[in-house]
């Protein structure tokens, strides 16, 4: 299996490189500007691991990431869109021109860059009538946010083109998953949980915030072929902290 993950020098897709990994995969992940963790990451793994710098917003260098892709990989069977940013926009205070700026880049990272991505890489599966996509939301997608609307409305769309490719692209040999998780420990939350902590476990009937492996592991286990007739779905994954 050949994956390419975006995001992956950190955080969930950290997690998910390693998870992939062990499992078989040769992986290339993208980073933007933590370069010493990818390469950490590559160390540690050694073969069939792969990082690649990418800013998600630049979407005219996107052709270059996929074309790079097959040339190390050979072939791309899975993409997970990871990556992903937020930074608090809230509805009162800031002004106008902070509140569009936050909106524009969070969903060109967010959004348009995995939209964009996909639609490169599935010209790609179409050929061979095989691919997955894994598109990382969030619990934000179903619930929205409180000082993150931009956020929690990018990841509803990129929730909802996951639907989409599961509906238009199945018989074409694409199918698409997506995965929801609630608050976990990552660098991106540490400053909400650092602030929030308490409340946030309140709010968790299991009493703890996730760990990164427990969402990469979940990943993993999607982008197998072990869970090709999940087509559509979405996975929540949050403790049991937002049930629909």
């Not at 599935?122 to 050929?127: V, Y």
């Not at 990382?136 to 993150?148: A, D, Q």
């Not at 939350?189 to 009937?205: F, Q, W």
Request: one cysteine or more.
């Amino acid at each position: 299996m050949n994956v390419l993950l975006t995001g992956g020098s950190r955080g969930i897709g950290r997690a998910a490189v390693r998870a992939l990994h062990a499992a078989g995969a040769t992986v290339l992940f993208t980073y933007n500007r933590e370069s010493e963790q990818a390469r950490s990451l590559c160390d540690e793994l050694g073969s069939r691991a792969f990082a690649e710098r990418c800013d998600m917003a630049n979407h005219d260098a996107l052709p270059s990431l996929v074309d790079t892709a097959l040339e190390r990989l050979g072939s791309i069977d899975v993409l997970v869109n990871n990556a992903g940013i937020y930074t608090e926009n809230p509805f009162f205070g800031n002004d106008y021109a902070s509140w569009r700026a936050g909106w524009q880049h969070t969903f060109d990272v967010n959004l348009f860059g995995a939209a964009n991505l996909t639609f490169l890489v599935m010209q790609h599966m179409r050929t061979r009538k095989h691919g997955k996509i894994v598109n990382v939301v969030s619990r934000s997608s179903h619930r929205g946010e409180l000082t993150y609307a931009d956020y929690a409305a990018s990841k509803a769309a990129l929730n909802n083109l996951t639907k989409s490719i599961a509906r238009s692209c199945a018989s074409d040999g694409i199918i698409a998953i997506s995965i929801a998780p609630g608050f976990i420990e990552t660098d991106m939350a540490a400053e909400a949980l650092e602030e929030y902590g308490a409340s946030v476990k309140a709010e968790i009937p299991m009493g703890y915030v996730g760990t990164p492996g427990e969402v990469a592991s979940i990943i993993a286990f999607f982008a197998s072929d072990a869970a090709k007739y999940a087509n559509g779905a979405t996975i929540d994954v949050n403790g049991g902290s937002y049930v629909r």
